[in-house]
C-alpha cells in the first residue's frame, strides 16, 4: 500500500474502478521508481530540499542511498532483488 | 611519431591481479595530491606511460558500482586533479583488470591522442549553467498567449475537483507542452548568449519540470572573469523569469572529443 | 563537495553542485573506456543514467492545473522574498520536522513536491530589482 499513498493526488476519477486505477497507479509508479529520468529529477529534489534548510543532511544521505539503489536495481532487473 | 615504449613501474600499492578503477587522464609531470581517498576509500596513484599518466585505485568489485560513496569518491579525485592540471575525466565506472593492462590497452595505444587532447585542454575549465523558470511568471505567460489554457483555467476555478478533472489534465498537458517549447527557445538563447565568453559550447538535457536550461561552457583560465560577469549580468537580465546557477569549475565532461577510430600507427 | 551560496549575486553558485549535478555529470559524460579498450575491461554493473526527457504523467498535469488555480494573472509582484534561500550550512536542526527519510521513498517523494510547489509560490522575486544586491567579492 506505501506504493500508492500519496504518489498521485487523483480524485475519485468517475468512469474506472478503483481496482484498473489502483492496477495503473501501480504501473505507473513501479516504471516511475525504476525510471533513470525520474531518479534524475528525485535526486534534484533532494538537493534543493538541503539547500533550502528543509531536510537535514542525514535525511537528504539516506534519500539519496534509496534513489541511487533503485539505479542499481533497474540495472540488474527489477524484482526479485 | 615515436612510441614510448618503455613501461613505467606504476606508483603506489598496485601490484599485478589487482582492479584498477580508471578516473581519468593527465600529464605524467605531475605530483598527485597527498592522502587522497578515491573509491573504497583507497589512494589514487599514478600510472605513468610516456607524456600522460592514467589516475588509478583498487578497487572491490564483489558488488555493483554506484553507491553515494562512490560517486563522491569519483567527483572528490578528478577535481582534486583538475584544481592543479589538465584531466580527461572518465565517466565514471571504468575499471581495469591490471596495471599492466592500463598500459598495454589503454594508454600504449593512444599515448599521442590522449597527449594532444591534454594540450587542447590545458588551460581551460568547464562551467555549467542550469536555469530553473519561475513557475508563476511562466504560466501567466503561457496563459496569456493561449486561449484554450485561459477558458480551461476558468473551467477549472469554477469547477470542483470531480467535474473538472479532465479540464485539469488537458490544462496541465497545454502547459507541458508550451514549456517544452519555451525550454527550447530559452537553451538556445543562453548558449548564444554566453557563446562570445566561451571557448565551445555544449548544450545539455535540461532536467525537471520548471526546467529552462542546462548548458555546458568550456572556459578559458584567461576569460574566466568575464565569463563570470557576463552570467552573473544575464542572471539579472533574466530575473523574475528564469533563475540561473553556476557550477564550476569542473573538469571538461562535456568537452571530451570522441574516440579516435583507429589506433594511431607507429614508426620507430 | 562544496555547495557555495551567500545571499548576494543574483546567480547561485556551486562549486560542485549538488549529487544530482554530480550524477548528471559522471554517469552520462566524460571519455567512455569501452570505446578504447576490450580486452582487460571489467564488466561490472555500474549505473547509469538516460539523459532524456521525463515522460509527464497525471500527476505533473494536475499540479500545474493547480497551480494556475493559485496563480494571479493580473497582480505581479507585491510578495517580499522570505528568507528561504539561506546559507547552504547543512543544518541538522533545522527542518528537521520533516522526519526521518523512510523506507517508502514515495512518502518522502509527495513531501518533497509539496515543499518545492510551496517553496515556489512563496518565492516569486519582483521583476524589477530597486537595488542591485551586492557582488560577492
Known amino acids: 500500500m506505501g506504493l500508492v499513498t500519496g504518489l498521485l493526488t487523483l480524485p475519485l476519477a468517475p468512469v474506472r474502478g478503483v481496482v484498473w486505477i489502483a492496477a495503473r497507479i501501480r504501473d505507473q509508479a513501479e516504471q516511475e521508481l525504476y525510471d533513470p529520468a525520474v531518479i534524475q529529477r528525485q535526486l534534484a529534489w533532494v538537493d534543493e530540499a538541503l539547500g533550502a534548510g528543509e531536510i537535514s543532511a542525514e535525511d537528504a544521505a539516506a534519500l539519496q542511498d534509496e534513489l541511487l539503489e533503485r539505479l542499481r536495481t533497474g540495472v540488474s532487473g527489477r524484482r526479485g532483488m | 611519431m615515436t612510441a614510448q615504449s618503455h613501461v613505467e613501474e606504476p606508483e603506489g600499492d598496485l601490484g599485478n591481479g589487482t582492479l584498477c578503477y580508471v578516473y581519468g587522464i593527465v600529464p605524467s609531470d605531475i605530483d598527485m595530491p597527498e592522502g587522497l581517498s578515491g573509491t573504497d576509500g583507497n589512494e589514487p596513484a599514478l ?64 599515448h ?39 477558458r480551461l483555467r476558468e473551467n477549472v476555478r469554477r469547477l470542483s475537483a470531480d467535474a473538472g478533472y479532465y479540464e485539469r489534465i488537458r490544462l496541465g498537458e497545454l502547459i507541458v507542452q508550451a514549456l517544452e517549447g519555451m525550454r527550447e527557445t530559452d537553451n538556445a538563447a543562453l548558449a548564444e548568449a554566453m557563446a562570445p565568453y566561451a571557448v565551445a559550447v555544449a548544450p545539455r538535457q535540461p532536467v525537471g519540470d520548471d526546467a529552462a536550461a542546462d548548458v555546458a561552457f568550456l572556459v578559458s583560465d584567461a576569460g574566466r572573469e568575464r565569463f563570470e560577469a557576463a552570467v552573473e549580468d544575464l542572471g539579472d537580465r533574466w530575473a523574475g523569469r528564469v533563475r540561473l546557477r553556476l557550477i564550476g569549475p569542473l573538469a571538461p565532461y562535456d568537452f571530451v572529443p570522441p574516440a579516435p577510430e583507429e589506433v594511431a600507427s607507429w614508426d620507430s | 563537495m562544496t555547495v557555495s551560496q551567500t545571499p548576494g549575486p543574483l546567480v547561485e553558485r556551486s562549486a560542485g553542485g549538488g549529487l544530482a549535478d554530480v550524477v548528471e555529470l559522471i554517469l552520462d559524460r566524460g571519455l567512455v573506456i569501452d570505446a578504447f579498450v576490450r580486452i582487460s575491461l571489467v564488466g561490472i554493473e555500474v549505473i547509469t543514467i538516460d539523459a532524456r526527457v521525463v515522460v509527464a504523467s497525471v500527476d505533473t498535469y494536475l499540479r500545474f492545473a493547480e497551480a494556475t488555480n493559485r496563480l494571479d494573472l493580473y497582480e505581479k509582484g507585491g510578495r517580499d522574498l522570505p528568507g528561504l534561500v ?26 518533497i513536491e509539496e515543499v518545492a510547489d510551496r517553496r515556489e509560490e512563496a518565492r516569486e522575486p519582483r521583476r524589477v530589482r530597486p537595488s542591485r544586491r551586492e557582488r560577492e567579492p
Not at chain 2, 585505485?57 to 577535481?79: F, I, K, M, Q, Y
Not at chain 2, 599521442?112 to 523558470?133: C, K, N, P, Q, S
Open chain 2, 47 to 110: 600510472v605513468r606511460h610516456g607524456d600522460v599518466a592514467a589516475v588509478v585505485s583498487t578497487v572491490n568489485v564483489d558488488r555493483p558500482l554506484g553507491t553515494r560513496e562512490d560517486l563522491l569518491a569519483h567527483e572528490r579525485v578528478v577535481e582534486s586533479l583538475a584544481a592543479r592540471t589538465t584531466v580527461l575525466p572518465m565517466r565514471f565506472g571504468a575499471v581495469m583488470a591490471t596495471a599492466d593492462a592500463v598500459i598495454d590497452e589503454l594508454m600504449a595505444p593512444y
Open chain 2, 112 to 150: 599521442d591522442w590522449f597527449a594532444d587532447v591534454l594540450a587542447d585542454l590545458a588551460g581551460r575549465v568547464e562551467f555549467i549553467i542550469a536555469g530553473t523558470y519561475v513557475r508563476d511568471t511562466v504560466l501567466r505567460e503561457v496563459i496569456m498567449a493561449n486561449p484554450e489554457a485561459m
Open chain 3, 86 to 111: 539561506e546559507s547552504m550550512t547543512e543544518s541538522g536542526a533545522r527542518g528537521g520536522a520533516r522526519g526521518k527519510a523512510k523506507g517508502i521513498l514515495d512518502a518522502a517523494r509527495e513531501t
